[in-house]
């Protein structure tokens, strides 16, 4: 019997309470990827790009231009004072070419097609106004899709992901290695640029999956078996890791029937994402919320859905979400633990914050306690059941709800059915007004 947590048909918490399926792509749908505060486009193994409204559902464009599937998508904002604030979106494909697209007509702006291996991530440096395309190379190229500057050939397995950090400085992930990699103008001309290796930090174990960038000064990444190294931005040294996220020890609160001795793809950190105050990882088939200035891990459900998690969010009202394999979508809320498990509130529980008679050696003990015990929970508060296989991600709307892909072919968009309603009930009565203002012109 599987130990993940279920919630009943009561879903009091949950306001995705409504659902519209968006049809369209052929294959599965990898990516979606935000253009503005309504719209989003989606891509995936059957190499098009559907442009989509978020309020409505409605299909906007239908863009063909790759002829495989799509291996990376990033939005590309245009910052040409002489041109209104253009949405443009770039797209990668396993045919070796990049494609610029124009959001506002759909059309392709710019092809290229002069990669030797596929691209395997894009990031947009909106301080340079330039952009990166990680493969068996790393490039730079500028607006207008001219090549500025290139590395040699790095390695067969090429670059999996790109973050940028300060100094006009990025980490790409290569393998096992995070190599550093700093953009430096040329003083030739104005659009000269040089990309120089600034240093190889070897400290994982095993290949590297997931970057984030928490703020300027930090970021964290995870690699397959399960480490999570964070990293100072500045000089590149390593500030923490979590190591243990399969040890039952470490989390004395989670069930005993535990196998220490896991299967890499059951420790593997698939996603990561962060405020500035924890890091959320996607964990095998758990959920952890890392805790930066603590360093270590201060709740975890380590059987959150019943195969791996494949991405994570945090959404405002401490809360997160996570979406699996194994289709479910879980919305979870971050609780702090009122007190210790098994633990009668004693004069000791209120030594520990400086209450009641001082009493040292209680003292020592109920803080050791805390020290071991994760201080918050997660409580499962959601779980949106649609797809009917593994949801690849999702994009949070706020009050307009929520886009999931899936394996499946298929988009959904979650609505918040309390607010659907009252919006319908709104229209309904404006369209009796005006018509009732119809009847009286009469």
């Known amino acids: 019997k599987s130990s993940v947590q279920t919630i009943g048909e009561e879903q009091i918490q949950n306001p995705y309470t409504e659902l519209l399926v968006l049809k369209g792509h052929q294959d599965i749908v990898r990516f979606l990827v935000q253009i503005d505060d309504y719209r989003f486009a989606s891509a995936g193994d059957d190499g098009i790009i559907f442009l989509w409204n978020a309020q409505t559902g409605e299909k906007l464009f239908e863009l063909h231009g790759h002829t495989q599937k799509i291996t990376a998508i990033a939005p590309f904002s245009s910052s040409d004072a002489s041109e209104e604030n253009k949405h443009l979106i770039l797209t990668a494909s396993a045919d070796r ?15 290229v097609s002069c990669f030797h291996s596929t691209v395997k991530c894009l990031t947009v440096l909106q301080r340079l106004d330039v952009w990166l395309s990680g493969g068996s190379d790393l490039c730079v190229w500028n607006r207008k899709l001219d090549l500025l500057c290139k590395t040699s050939h790095l390695t067969d397995a090429g670059i999996s992901a790109l973050v940028e950090l300060p100094k006009n400085c990025v980490a790409a992930a290569v393998g096992k290695e995070l190599i550093i990699f700093r953009l430096v103008a040329s003083n030739s001309g104005s659009e000269g640029w040089n990309v120089l290796e600034e240093r190889r930090l070897v400290d994982h174990q095993d290949n590297i999956l997931s970057l984030v960038s928490v703020n300027d000064l930090t970021f964290v990444t995870g690699s397959h078996v399960g480490e999570l190294i964070v990293w100072d931005a500045l000089d590149w040294t390593k500030q923490a890791s979590e190591y243990n996220f399969w040890d039952s020890s470490v989390h004395p609160d989670v069930q005993p029937e535990i196998k220490l001795s896991q299967s890499p793809n059951e420790t593997s950190v698939q996603h990561l994402t962060s ?10 088939k758990g959920i952890y919320v890392y805790n930066l200035q603590m360093k270590r891990v201060i709740a975890c459900q380590r059987t959150a859905h019943d195969s791996s998690v494949l991405h994570i969010e945090k959404l405002p ?25 098994a633990e009668p509130v004693s004069t000791g ?9 001082a009493n040292k050696q209680t003292n020592q003990a109920a803080k050791k306690m805390q020290d071991n015990t994760p201080m918050y929970f997660l409580e499962l508060v959601g779980d949106l059941i649609g797809h009917s296989s593994a949801v690849q991600m999702f994009l949070y709307f706020g009050e307009l709800g929520l886009a999931t892909c899936s394996a499946d072919h298929l988009i959904i968009l979650w609505k918040d059915g309390e ?23 009469f």
Request: hydrophobic fraction near 35%; glycine fraction near 8%; charge should be positive.
């Open 349 to 357: 529980f209120f030594n520990m914050w400086g209450f009641g008679r």
């Open 419 to 441: 607010r659907e309603s009252r919006l319908r009930s709104l229209t309904l009565f404006q369209k009796l007004a005006e018509n009732g203002d119809l009847q009286l012109k």
């Open 275 to 284: 405020d500035e105050e924890c890091v959320f990882a996607a964990v095998g």
């Open 317 to 341: 009202n401490r809360q997160l979400m996570s979406c699996s394999e194994d289709g479910s979508v879980r919305i979870w809320e971050l609780r702090e633990k009122q007190q210790l498990p």
């Open 97 to 111: 070419t990049v494609i610029v697209w124009d959001c506002t007509n759909g059309r392709q702006v710019q092809k």
